[in-house]
């Protein structure tokens, strides 16, 4: 499970707020060229930022460090994938810079409301962005390393279409539950089993107290 239903920031609620989880991400996004999102996830995450810095304060400047020895800009591009362009531009994430992927019906539903740190990439007329299409568009802009932080639809996509190199898994000792809300989980939006088997390779396991965390190769040896 990786969401509360309509509460907000969920994943630091789940992961009750770990040093070591935000530790982990922190390290994920001081590597990446770009961090991808799914609209949803930016909706239910207000004022938050997709940046190693934000998320583990502590290492800023461990932090830059690494991503100057990398090669890599400042910050990682944040990049927004939207259909029908419901993208908050008052959000902080956006106001400091961000890519929109969507479509051309979803580039008209933002023309005009984007603040200039964005730009927008158009893939397809209307309805769902192909994020085969649009992970080789970003490529070709030079976002090599692109870091997903999900959610759950996006990264069923990415797993659907195998587009999902590795995926880092925290897992958390808090026991969340499940009745009235609809709380999703890690993958959404696509059926697998029984019918396709799509397995993991466990690349490392770390413990820190009571936590695990899981790094699995997902593509196929
Ligand atoms: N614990 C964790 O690690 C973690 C991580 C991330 C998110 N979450 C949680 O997950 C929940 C959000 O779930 P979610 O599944 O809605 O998140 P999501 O996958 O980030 O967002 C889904 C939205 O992204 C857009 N989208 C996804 N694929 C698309 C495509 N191929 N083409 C065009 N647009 C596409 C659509 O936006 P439009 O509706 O704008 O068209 C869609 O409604 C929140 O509760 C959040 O806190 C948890």
Not at 37 to 57: M, S, V
Request: hydrophobic share 40%; proline share 5%; charged share 25%.
């Amino acid at each position: 499970m990786v969401s509360l239903g309509s509460e907000p920031s969920a994943g630091s609620v789940i992961s009750g707020r770990n040093r070591w989880d935000r530790f982990l991400m922190g390290l994920l996004r001081a590597c990446a060229d770009a961090v991808l999102l799914g609209a949803g996830t930016l909706r239910a995450t207000p004022g938050h930022h997709w940046t190693a810095e934000h998320i583990f304060p502590d290492m800023t400047t461990a932090f830059a460090e690494l991503r100057s020895t990398l090669g890599r800009r400042p910050r990682p591009r944040l990049v927004l994938v939207t259909a029908s362009g419901q993208v908050a531009a008052s959000h902080p994430a956006v106001v400091g810079g961000a890519t929109i992927l969507t479509t051309e019906a979803g580039a008209n539903a933002l023309r005009g409301r984007l603040p200039d740190s964005c730009d927008v990439i158009e893939v397809g007329k209307e309805g769902r962005v192909d994020l085969a299409h649009a992970v080789s568009e970003l490529r070709s802009r030079g976002h090599e390393l692109i870091l997903t932080e999900g959610g759950p639809h996006v990264s069923g996509e990415l797993i659907d279409k195998g587009l999902l190199d590795e995926a880092f898994i925290t897992v958390s000792p808090l026991v969340a539950g499940r009745d009235r809300e609809t709380r999703l989980g890690m993958v959404e939006g696509v059926e697998l089993l029984p019918g396709r088997l799509v397995s993991g390779r466990l690349l490392s396991v770390r413990r820190k107290e009571d936590f695990l965390f899981l790094r699995y190769g997902l593509r196929p040896s």
